[in-house]
């Protein structure tokens, strides 16, 4: 189990609540804020399966049912309890089975034996059989509750009989009341000529000089006391009678009510876990909308204990300026020291590593592209940023180490280790002493470690020791920033004196600290500049050859599609002469057969050799068809309008000529050929 206040350092806090932003249900919302990392194999196995298959469910049918879910956390409570439920109660769990109802409607296909609609799903299949849904359930309810606020009034015969005469005696008092406000000889008493109810009784406003004008009973006073609220007494057993359907209205909603309730009581198990496999299906969908709107990628899984991001890219810095990395750790060495400038960039790419990770193991997909792979440590333990503690009265250096021994005496060789500016808080030659001892364990313990640093002393270590390598963030001098693009194979400059010099610092000062530096330490910052520029200029012309390699790609994929076209058609062009062959054949054989049947009846050498010409006339009208079609499809695309003055060929002379007419009703022109 990861610490958490390592995954606050890694801003894990952050991931969640960009996620709850995509579930719809109270329920999911929480289990999206509560999700934690898990350090099992088969665990995040499964995890991330459930987040493809969501991701497959969208991309194949990109609406999905909407997940409705209210907060049943107290009714169901009562539900267990066997208390009554109230309207609100009772609509809501009728809501929640309608919800049910639909979604496993949505995933399985009754009409073929309970066929799952999505084929080659693992995990969905086990989740969708954990809703429950009781269809007449939902509708006795559901019919009878039109809201949480309104009881149908045929939802029993009793209510709807007692509506009906609690309509009609209001009807009766209105019509009372109406002819006494209504009245010339009452109308001066009156405040205005309006029916109001206090005491949860009809009354009508009167002028408080007047008081004794209205016989009744006074229930109520305006706040200024200019007004007073009289019940007549011609409607006071009106008032009484509908009172009392009021309670016998009340007492038959209460009957309702708990015979319906009643219904549920058995239920509590099934619409528990309905509740909770509705908000867990929530959840999924919230990582499956989260992946896709990040552009993020499913790891791979790997047994080796090693792990190789490709494009890795900060999930929290926007899309749009993110500097992609790349990065791997536990192939051809098991220390990475990334060194360079105190700028910010050699954190960033301990945060990427770290939090990416544990998105992963938290069954989110990842920043990087589809081919990255990852191993599941047992932990990951963190060391970022400055933990001084005034409480305790510990230094930085003091914080950094107390961090550092935990680490030590808790980590193990399938644990992945971050530590960022080790080493730092103390005098430098021993702190740099004392950072290669503890990178020196954690590579014989056989943990895989990143640290970041900026001391020669562990760069230099690191160039000669196996399993150790360099790697540094991109620096721009020009800028003073971080390219935040990551060299792996090369230390990091420190850059001090040229940062200096960029920001104006004299050169005479620049030229004494030079001085002051000792020769050895001056010969490997050329040695790492050198190495620096001709891997800068590796990288960059890297980048060129990817950049070509992709466009070669590019025009290959278009002249395979091309050549893709052009073979269909070629095949096409193929079909259609030999079907025209075949054709060609038909006619040839049907005109052979009518000669035959002609022969059979000649009865002179006059009727033999009309048949003779007839055959020759149509084996060469098929012939000069052909010749035509074929013409016409080689030169149909090149045709255009003739006019007079034209140039023309004339095929059948094959001869040039000068058209002297226009083209006439029967599309024929006159053409001299020759002199004239």
Do not use: W
Request: net charge neutral; charged share 25%; aromatic share 8%.
């Amino acid at each position: 189990m990861i610490n958490k206040k390592c995954l606050e350092k890694l801003e894990y806090d952050k991931i969640l609540n960009l996620l709850q932003n995509y579930a719809s249900t109270y329920l999911g919302k929480q289990l999206c804020l509560n999700l934690i990392p898990s350090f099992e194999k088969n665990k995040v196995i499964d995890l991330l399966t459930e987040t493809e298959e969501a991701i497959n469910i969208l991309n194949s049918k990109s609406t999905i049912p909407n997940f409705i879910l209210p907060d049943t956390t107290y009714s169901l409570k009562k539900l267990q309890d066997k208390v009554s439920l109230s309207q609100k109660d009772l609509f809501e769990f009728a809501t929640i089975l309608k919800c049910s109802r639909i979604l496993y409607n949505y995933f399985i296909d009754d009409t073929n034996n309970k066929d799952f609609v999505f084929k080659d799903l693992e995990i969905f299949p086990n989740i969708i059989e954990k809703l429950y849904s009781n269809p007449s359930l939902e509708n006795n309810i559901l019919s009878k509750i039109l809201d949480e606020n309104t009881l149908d009034d045929h939802a029993s015969q009793e209510l709807y009989s007692i509506r009906v005469k609690k309509r009609n005696l209001i009807n009766s008092i209105k019509e009372r009341l109406n002819s006494i406000i209504h009245s010339s000889s009452n109308s001066k008493y009156l405040q205005e000529a309006v029916i109001t109810i206090r005491n949860d009784r009809y009354v009508i406003p009167v002028k408080e000089e007047f008081r004794g004008y209205i016989k009744g009973f006074i229930h109520d006073f305006s706040s200024t006391g200019a007004t007073i609220f009289i019940e007549p007494t011609s409607i006071f057993d009106l008032n009484n009678e509908l009172n009392n359907l009021k309670n016998k209205e009340n007492i038959e909603i209460e009957h309702i009510l708990l015979s319906l309730s009643n219904l549920l009581f058995p239920l509590f198990a099934e619409i528990k876990q309905t509740i909770n496999t509705i908000g867990y299906l929530d959840f999924i969908f919230a990582k499956a909308k989260f992946a896709i709107d990040i552009n993020a990628n499913k790891p791979i899984i790997g047994d080796k204990k090693q792990f190789t991001l490709n494009s890795a890219k900060h999930p929290l810095i926007n899309k749009d300026i993110v500097v992609p990395i790349s990065i791997n750790l536990g192939n051809d060495f098991s220390t990475l020291v990334v060194t360079g400038p105190n700028t910010g960039g050699k954190t960033v790419t301990l945060k990427t590593v770290g939090l990416l990770l544990v998105m992963a193991y938290s069954g989110l997909y990842i920043t990087t592209d589809e081919d990255s792979t990852i191993f599941v440590f047992d932990n990951i333990f963190i060391s970022i940023g400055d933990d001084q503690s005034l409480q305790a009265s510990l230094s930085t250096f003091s914080s950094l180490m107390t961090n550092i021994i935990q680490i030590i005496n808790e980590s193990t060789s399938n644990s992945l280790i971050l530590l960022d500016e080790l080493g730092t808080g103390t005098d430098p030659i021993e702190g740099a002493s004392l950072a290669l001892s503890i990178l020196e364990h954690f590579y014989n313990k056989n943990v895989l470690t990143i640290a970041t640093t900026h001391y020669s002393e562990i760069k230099e270590y690191a160039i000669v020791t196996n399993g150790f390598e360099n790697a540094c963030v991109e620096f721009n001098i020009d800028t003073l920033m971080p390219t935040y693009k990551l060299l792996i194979g090369i230390p990091g400059k420190s850059n001090a004196f040229a940062i200096s010099k960029k920001l104006g610092l004299s050169e005479n000062i620049l030229k004494r600290a030079n001085d002051f530096m000792k020769p050895d330490i001056i010969n490997i910052e050329e040695l790492l500049k050198e190495i620096y520029d001709n891997k800068s200029f590796i990288e960059a012309e890297k980048d060129k050859i990817i950049k070509t390699s992709n466009q070669i790609d590019l025009l290959k994929k278009d002249l395979e599609n091309k050549l893709t076209n052009f073979n269909t058609k070629k095949d096409k062009l193929i079909d259609n002469a030999n079907a025209e062959a075949r054709r060609i054949l038909q006619n040839a054989k049907e005109q052979v057969s009518v000669a035959i049947k002609n022969l059979n009846e000649v009865s002179s050498a006059k009727d033999l050799n009309n048949i003779r010409n007839d055959l020759n006339v149509s084996i060469k009208n098929t012939h000069k068809t052909n010749t035509n079609n074929i013409e016409n499809k080689k030169t149909n695309k090149n045709l255009k309008p003739i006019s007079k003055g034209d140039t023309v060929l004339v095929t059948t002379l094959n001869k040039e000529g000068t058209v002297l007419t226009d083209v006439n009703r029967s599309n024929q022109v006159q053409v001299l050929v020759g002199v004239s």
